[in-house]
């Protein structure tokens, strides 16, 4: 089965920064868009970015977050990434990355069936 590997979460305080990575061994995530998602408890899983296939040159982010987080990929190092600067307590959440077959409204809805996913990561913003 062919999963993805997040890493990078923790504590941090807010204002604070931290760097997300995805990993996957087992495929290349060069052919995949990378959604990032995040779900707080007892809220809907929510699309947080996506950046596109290949090069990369589209991205998406949810408003929340524009301006403030920047999504990358490596696909030498088979691994993207998610940047998280000025963080607020709001961003408290389990991150998940997930491999789409593109960036966009239908692909985020159809991603817990069709899309590649990890375990997620565990960021929490508080003093």
């Known amino acids: 089965q062919l999963r993805l590997v997040e890493s990078g979460g923790g504590w941090v305080q807010p204002g604070g920064s931290l760097r997300l990575s995805c990993a996957a061994s087992?495929?290349?995530?060069?052919?995949?868009?990378i959604g990032w998602f995040r779900q707080a408890p007892g809220k809907e899983r929510e699309m947080v970015s996506c950046?596109?296939?290949?090069?990369?040159?589209?991205?998406e982010y949810a408003d929340s977050v524009k301006g403030r987080f920047t999504t990358s990929r490596n696909n030498t190092n088979n691994t993207a990434y998610l940047q998280m600067n000025t963080l607020k307590p709001e961003d408290t959440a389990t991150y998940y990355c997930?491999?789409?077959?593109?960036?966009?409204?239908?692909?985020?809805?159809?991603?817990?069936?069709?899309?590649?996913w990890g375990q997620g990561t565990q960021v929490t913003v508080s003093s």
């Open positions: 087992e495929f290349t995530i060069e052919d995949y868009a």
């Open positions: 950046i596109s296939s290949s090069l990369g040159r589209t991205t």
């Open positions: 997930s491999g789409l077959m593109g960036c966009g409204a239908f692909y985020y809805i159809t991603a817990p069936q069709s899309g590649i």
